[in-house]
């Protein structure tokens, strides 16, 4: 829902910019590896995560690292954002997050560009997910909306040998949630193997904290969108569902 903001300042556009050209050699796709056990995910076990592949965007210094895994009952979904000084002040689910600091995954199970999955979440694991009916110019959009037995969970972001420097997001997207979305009709779910959704990732940061929040502004779209927007399906990449790795080739 990148609902630009009247008045964004020059120093925030010009970061929103850059990020979006850091993405610029995003990969056409993200193949999603499944695993058959959920055990440490939600922990953000390092271990747990050894079968996600990796994609990395935005400017040095606020850079996000993305995962995703799946096995027989949910998606699963991990955002690394560094970060030396994360804040917030809204508390309460589909507050405009936007509005701070986030992370946020779109997910068009349909590939329709229309009645896809937006979910953001704070530094203080405070979520607004949201079934965006319409993409721009002409949003349209159901806050009320929510994901059943969607669970997330923040947890310090620790870089090798340089303390904590940011702030992990851990998600639990529960396949059969997500079956109520209108865009859900016709796609298998789970998903079976070579199943291809359409999806996007971005991050919010605001160096200039609470007090001046458009102040160097960084909004930062893996894929970029070319527009004032972050809701242009165009962009959208494929969300590949690989096969499970049989025991006997597993390292």
Request: net charge neutral.
């Amino acid at each position: 829902m990148r609902r630009r903001r009247a008045g964004l300042a020059a120093a925030g556009l010009a970061s929103l910019v850059a990020g979006r050209a850091a993405a610029a050699d995003a990969p056409r796709e993200y193949v999603v590896a499944a695993v058959t056990e959920s055990a440490g995910l939600l922990d953000g076990k390092d271990d747990a995560w050894r079968a996600a592949s990796t994609v990395q965007w935005g400017p040095r210094g606020y850079d996000t690292t993305f995962r995703a895994l799946w096995t027989p009952d949910a998606l699963f979904l991990r955002f690394d954002a560094r970060d030396p000084s994360p804040w917030h002040t809204m508390t309460r689910r589909d507050e405009h997050l936007w509005e701070e600091e986030v992370v946020e995954v779109f997910l068009d199970l349909a590939r329709t560009g229309r009645d896809y999955y937006e979910l953001e979440v704070s530094p203080a694991n405070v979520v607004c997910d949201v079934l965006m009916i319409q993409p721009s110019p002409d949003k349209k959009l159901d806050l009320g909306w929510n994901l059943a037995g969607l669970e997330t969970r923040v947890v310090p972001f620790h870089d090798t040998g340089a303390g904590v420097t940011g702030w992990t997001t851990l998600a639990r997207l529960p396949f059969a949630g997500l079956r109520a979305l209108p865009s859900a009709t016709g796609v298998a779910l789970p998903p079976r193997a070579g199943d291809r959704w359409r999806f996007n990732l971005f991050r919010i940061e605001r160096p200039g904290g609470p007090a001046h929040p458009e102040q160097g502004a960084i909004e930062a779209a893996w894929s970029p969108t070319g527009q004032p927007s972050f809701h242009v399906p165009a962009a959208f990449r494929d969300f590949v569902f690989a096969a499970p790795v049989p025991a006997a080739a597993r390292p």
